[in-house]
């Protein structure tokens, strides 16, 4: 639901080619982060991407210099449970999967606003 609410969001704001390729890299980063730790065990699912959109979300309104409340909050929120729970909880949650897409969509979204590479309006 999370990727149909906030994805044509961020494509309207950095443009489809952009955002195939948050998820593509998302996607690589995260598998080869659990194969290298966790050989043996698969993946099912689009987690990670999620968490990536998610904090590439709190990017849209990025002034110059400024780090965004929105993306502290988030940071907080959505990356701070995801530590929680892999700590304190014993499921089948992947939860470094989230964390990681987490800290590629940040970074991701760092980098798209700092290289000004929000969708070409010609």
Known sequence: MIILIVGPLLEEKYGSSNMLFVILATAL??????????????????????FAL????SF?????????L?????T????G???YEGIFLADNVSNLTHIVGG???AWLGY??????MSRYRG
Do not use: D, R
Request: charged share 5%; glycine share 8%; net charge positive.
């Open 29 to 50: 980063v995260t598998g080869l982060v659990n194969f290298i730790l966790f050989p043996h065990t698969q993946l099912l699912g689009a987690s990670g991407v999620v």
């Open 54 to 57: 998610i904090l590439l979300s």
């Open 60 to 68: 849209t309104s990025i002034k110059e210099g400024s780090i965004p």
């Open 76 to 79: 907080i929120v959505y990356i």
């Open 81 to 83: 449970q995801q530590i």
């Open 103 to 105: 800290i590629v969509g």
């Open 111 to 116: 980098i798209m606003t700092k290289n000004k």
């Open 70 to 74: 929105t993306f502290i909050i988030v």
